[in-house]
């Protein structure tokens, strides 16, 4: 069965549109981190202080361990940046696999079911990328991916830029909290959605050039 699936796995690399996915998908479980780990890195609460229930509780005593909030925040930022940038993806998605794990298992014992489905989906996510990650975890040579991978890591880049800049003028951590037109991060979150479309029809525009 092992053997069948690294076939399919190698199979999978040769298909572009596929590549297009997992840069995607990089992309969308790397940013998921950035809020987390900024929050906690600054030393800010995760949750309202009013808020109770066993999830809450256990979250407002994770925020008063201190540097221990702050190091899973930093761990949380080296996962970020590592799936965003492409560069090292499997890196973070081996040290996201226990992060994630760890929060799938608190939010379903603690019954937080829209936060736990949220959670479980990422952990599906970040166990894809790894079966992906399979021939290169095992040392074997892969062809060289269809598509421009430096494209894609400056959009990575560009991503990043973009939310902490906002972060920086606003001097907040954004999180978005529904259509809210009035925050200037309503409109920033929507220009970095369109950054991979933006990537896409670049390079697509290449690779008819060539």
Same mark, same amino acid.
């Given at each position: 069965?092992?053997?069948? /699936?690294? +076939?399919?796995?190698?199979?999978?690399?040769?298909? $572009?549109?596929?590549?297009?996915?997992?840069?995607?998908?990089?992309?969308?479980?790397?940013?998921?981190?950035?809020?987390?780990?900024?929050?906690?890195? #600054?030393?800010?609460?995760?949750? @309202?202080?009013?808020? !109770?229930?066993?999830?809450?509780?256990?979250?407002?005593?994770?925020?008063?361990?201190?540097?221990?909030?702050?190091?899973?925040?930093?761990?949380?930022?080296?996962?970020?940046?590592?799936?965003?940038?492409? $560069?090292?993806?499997?890196?973070?998605? #081996? /040290?996201?696999?226990? *992060?994630?794990?760890?929060?799938?298992?608190?939010?379903?014992? !603690?019954? *937080?079911?829209? !936060?736990?489905?949220?959670?479980?989906?990422?952990?599906?996510?970040?166990?894809? =990328?790894?079966?992906?990650? /399979?021939?290169?975890?095992?040392?074997?040579?892969?062809?060289?991916?269809?598509? @421009? =991978?430096?494209?894609?890591?400056?959009?990575?880049?560009? %991503?990043?830029?973009?939310? =902490?800049? =906002?972060?920086?003028?606003?001097?907040?951590?954004?999180?978005?909290?529904?259509?809210? +037109?009035?925050?200037?991060?309503?409109? *920033?979150?929507?220009? %970095?959605?369109?950054?991979? *479309? %933006?990537?896409?029809?670049?390079?697509? $525009?290449?690779?008819?050039?060539?």
């Amino acid at each position: 069965m092992r053997a069948a /699936l690294e +076939r399919r796995v190698r199979a999978a690399h040769r298909r $572009r549109w596929l590549h297009l996915v997992v840069v995607n998908l990089r992309f969308l479980l790397g940013f998921a981190f950035v809020p987390a780990g900024l929050k906690k890195v #600054l030393r800010q609460p995760f949750t @309202d202080p009013d808020n !109770t229930g066993p999830f809450h509780e256990f979250l407002h005593a994770f925020h008063a361990t201190g540097f221990f909030y702050q190091f899973v925040g930093i761990v949380q930022l080296a996962v970020a940046v590592l799936l965003i940038t492409q $560069r090292f993806a499997a890196a973070g998605a #081996l /040290l996201a696999l226990p *992060v994630v794990t760890a929060i799938v298992v608190l939010c379903w014992s !603690t019954a *937080v079911v829209p !936060t736990a489905i949220v959670a479980t989906l990422m952990l599906a996510g970040i166990v894809a =990328l790894l079966v992906w990650e /399979l021939p290169r975890l095992r040392g074997e040579a892969l062809p060289a991916p269809p598509l @421009d =991978l430096r494209l894609w890591q400056a959009c990575g880049l560009a %991503i990043l830029a973009l939310y =902490l800049g =906002l972060c920086a003028v606003t001097g907040e951590v954004y999180r978005p909290r529904g259509a809210d +037109r009035d925050a200037a991060g309503f409109y *920033v979150l929507q220009a %970095i959605a369109l950054l991979p *479309v %933006i990537t896409l029809v670049i390079e697509h $525009r290449r690779r008819r050039a060539a």
